[in-house]
Structure formats: structure tokens, C-alpha cells
């Protein structure tokens, strides 16, 4: 069953740090991650946006590992997030260049978890 899960817990321990590090302090994480200063509160609001939906999403993953019903909708869900990211990754690469490496690898981890997802649906689809 752990192996069926894999992509979910994976993409949960990463996501769900990642929300909290963007939403709960963006005053004190924005300017290490991405050299500028969050001082307006519609700033803030958008950081935290993403902290909810970040959150959401990971809670999704969590009810697809403990409750079987939910394992496919939420592995889809899985899948077009990760596959989302990639491609609004990639738009930014095409307009605005080649992103830190921190931020490149990042890419690359969202295109293997969106990859994995897809193959994870696809063989364990019908044994629910």
C-alpha cells in the first residue's frame, strides 16, 4: 500500500513545509528566497493564498492515502498540480529566463512527482 502512496506522501512532505515556509512569516522568508521585501498587505494576502491552497491540496493528498475511495481523484489532483507548476515554470523560463538553481531544480522534482503520479494512476487505477 506504501508503494500505491508513494507520489502522495512524497508530494505531502514536500508541499506541506513549502506552504508553510511561503504563508506563516513572508516577511522573513520572501526577502532568503526571492531577494525582495514583502511590505503591503496585499503581498502578504498572496503569500498566504498560496499558503491555503498549498494546504489544501496537501490535505486532498492526505484523505487519497487514508481513505481508498479518494486515492484516484486525489492522485489526478496530484498529477495537474505538479503538472501546473511545471508548465507555469516553464512560461517564466520562455519569458523571463533561466531562474536560480534552486528554483531550476525545483522544475525538475515537479516534472518526476507529475510523471510519477501519471504512472501511479495508470497501474493502480482498477485495483481499488
Known amino acids: 500500500m506504501i508503494l500505491k502512496n508513494l507520489h502522495l506522501i512524497i508530494s505531502v512532505l514536500i ?7 511561503y504563508g506563516l512569516f513572508p516577511n ?16 502578504k494576502n498572496v503569500f498566504r493564498a ?26 489526478l489532483s496530484n498529477f495537474i498540480f505538479m503538472i501546473g ?6 512560461l517564466s523560463m520562455i519569458l523571463d529566463g533561466i531562474p536560480s538553481p534552486a528554483f531550476s531544480y525545483g ?12 504512472y501511479q494512476y495508470r497501474k493502480y487505477k482498477n485495483s481499488i
Open 28 to 43: 522573513e522568508t520572501a526577502p532568503i528566497l526571492f531577494d525582495f521585501e514583502v511590505q503591503s498587505t496585499d503581498l
Open 50 to 75: 498560496i499558503l491555503g491552497l498549498y494546504l489544501a491540496f496537501s490535505t486532498f493528498w492526505i484523505m487519497g492515502i487514508l481513505k481508498p475511495d479518494f486515492w484516484k481523484m486525489a492522485t
Open 15 to 21: 508541499v506541506i513545509p513549502a506552504a508553510l515556509f
Open 85 to 90: 507548476l511545471v508548465a507555469g515554470r516553464m
Open 107 to 118: 522544475i525538475i522534482g515537479e516534472l518526476i512527482l507529475a510523471i510519477f503520479a501519471l
